[in-house]
């Protein structure tokens, strides 16, 4: 499989990707913890089938020391009992937020309220900027094809 364009090689690409990437970053240096950060961009991948960025953050998690048992059971959080309440909640608004489409009312109170009890205003923030992102990253993955399987951790700094 090819990709449709070459994203990372073409001018008007690398622009746009700066700034996202800029707002990535962003949020990485947030107080948000990074093995929450990994998991929200490792749920909303699997919900938008982006192989891409499934493949690079589930690698990228690895490489920081995620487990496999956690990592293999994000798409079945709700039934795995790894996962802490906190990261729970977050895992709960990435859905609502990826999935804004399939619900009227959008990201329901009861997610809201239930973020708000383990994350302050900062990282609620960057929790919310985090899914816009990804989403981001996984819409132009998936538009233009990108092939998954190759990526390796650390790649793009």
């Known amino acids: 499989m090819n990709a449709r ?10 622009k746009v990707l700066r700034h996202i990437n800029s707002a990535g970053r962003a949020v990485t240096e947030s107080g948000l913890p990074h093995a ?15 192989g891409f960025c499934t493949d690079m953050h589930t ?3 690895t490489a920081a020391g995620e487990t496999p048992v956690r990592l ?4 079945a959080w709700r039934e795995a009992t790894v996962f802490t309440e906190a990261e729970r909640a977050a895992l709960e ?3 609502q937020g990826t999935r804004i489409a399939d619900a009227a009312g959008g990201v329901g109170d009861e997610a809201w309220a239930e973020a708000a009890k383990h994350y302050d205003e900062e ?3 960057a929790l919310i900027s985090l899914i816009a992102v990804i989403n981001a990253y996984n819409r132009i993955n998936v538009i233009n094809q990108q092939p998954a399987g190759d990526y390796r951790p650390g790649q793009f700094g």
């Open 36 to 50: 929450t950060q990994e998991l929200v961009k490792i749920r909303a991948s699997q919900i938008n089938g982006c």
């Open 123 to 125: 990282q609620l923030v």
């Open 59 to 61: 690698k990228d998690a």
């Open 5 to 14: 364009v070459d994203f990372f090689g073409n001018p008007l690409a690398a």
């Open 93 to 95: 608004l990435t859905e």
């Open 72 to 75: 293999n059971l994000v798409a």
